[in-house]
């Protein structure tokens, strides 16, 4: 039982209606990482870092078993660094800054001991990159899962396109699924993605929850009403961890699986919000997940009885 997971670690910059943090540590393989380890170890983790990434905060993912073999650390170089802005409906954002740095030149090379891993996570960073290192695995994983955003879209469309040839489940929000498609109905754009690679789609809607399409069929998670939301950086990360993770440890990797698997995703995701970068996922306890999963199941359970005419 193995999840590799690809992805950026970073610096980030939040500003929300309700406050500013610093520069704090973010980055989708971050997010991916502390979510995923709830679920399955070890966790293999490839990305590059700068030397002004914290130590300590790369010890504490290795202590929850996440493997730093493929994380490389460029001692004269800077991190990733990401910077945005959240709209009063924290559900939209802009990207105020995006520098590279590190991440601009990064070249992965998956470790010997990684080979054979079920599955390929690849979160959010170049679509050459995340190509890169499907092209390195001896045998295709089971389950290859990409994560993207709109700033790929629109810097390296061609190469996404390529990666997406590659790929079994696409996570992406509902703006970009939109943005890929060129079609507003997502049902729509879902039909038009699937035709681009993925035989699994997830459209994540934010606080509205996430949608799951294969082929004809369609399945609907919510998202847990919370009262405070505090900052939602690293939600769709921690989703697709959860997804990524939980799946890894069942291996059931049919829609049925899938289905339980967004609803995992999108529990987790709604503890990552409630504090500031990763403090939330870091205190969170297995048994905070499962009761939180039966409220899951509690919000959308209900009994109906038709009237026959
Ligand atoms: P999310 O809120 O789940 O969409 O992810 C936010 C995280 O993605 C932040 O921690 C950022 O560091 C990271 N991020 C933002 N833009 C990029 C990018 N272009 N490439 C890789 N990671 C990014």
């Not at 950026?8 to 540590?25: C, H, L, R, W, Y």
């Not at 899962?145 to 790929?152: E, K």
């Not at 529990?267 to 919000?273: E, M, T």
């Amino acid at each position: 039982m193995a999840l590799i997971v690809v992805g950026s670690m970073a610096f980030d910059a939040i500003e929300t209606p309700f406050g500013k943090s610093n520069k704090i540590v973010g980055g989708a393989a971050t997010y991916i990482a502390w979510s995923a380890s709830n679920f399955t170890r070890p966790v293999k983790q490839i990305s590059v870092v700068g030397g002004d990434f914290p130590q300590d905060e790369l010890d504490m993912l290795a202590a929850r078993g996440v493997q730093m073999e493929g994380v490389q650390i460029k001692k004269d170089k800077k991190s990733f660094f990401w910077s945005g802005r959240y709209h009063m409906d924290m559900n939209t954002r802009d990207t105020l800054e995006t520098q590279l740095n590190v991440l601009g030149e990064f070249e992965p090379v998956v470790p010997e001991s990684y080979q054979g891993a079920d599955i390929l996570m690849l979160g959010n960073l170049s679509p050459a990159v995340q190509m890169s290192v499907i092209e390195q695995l001896g045998k295709r994983p089971k389950l290859t899962v990409l994560d993207t955003m709109n700033f790929w879209m629109e810097t390296a469309l061609p190469d996404l396109e390529k990666v997406l040839k590659h790929v079994d489940v696409l996570l992406v929000n509902d703006s970009e699924a939109r943005q890929l498609s060129a079609q507003y109905s997502l049902v729509r754009a879902a039909k038009e993605i699937m035709k681009m690679g993925p035989k699994y789609l997830v459209i994540k809607k934010g606080e509205h929850g996430a949608l799951l399409f294969h082929a004809d069929h369609v399945f609907f998670a919510p998202a847990l009403p919370l009262e405070d939301v505090f900052d939602p950086t690293g939600a769709g990360d921690t989703f697709a961890g959860g997804f990524a993770g939980y799946l890894d440890s069942t291996k059931d990797f049919s829609f049925e699986g899938m289905k339980s698997a967004i609803i995992v995703g999108s529990a987790i995701a709604s503890f990552c919000v409630e504090k500031f970068g990763t403090t939330r996922l870091k205190e969170l306890k297995r048994q905070e997940i499962d009761e939180r999963i039966q409220q899951f199941v509690e919000l959308v359970n209900f009994d109906i009885s038709l009237v026959n005419k």
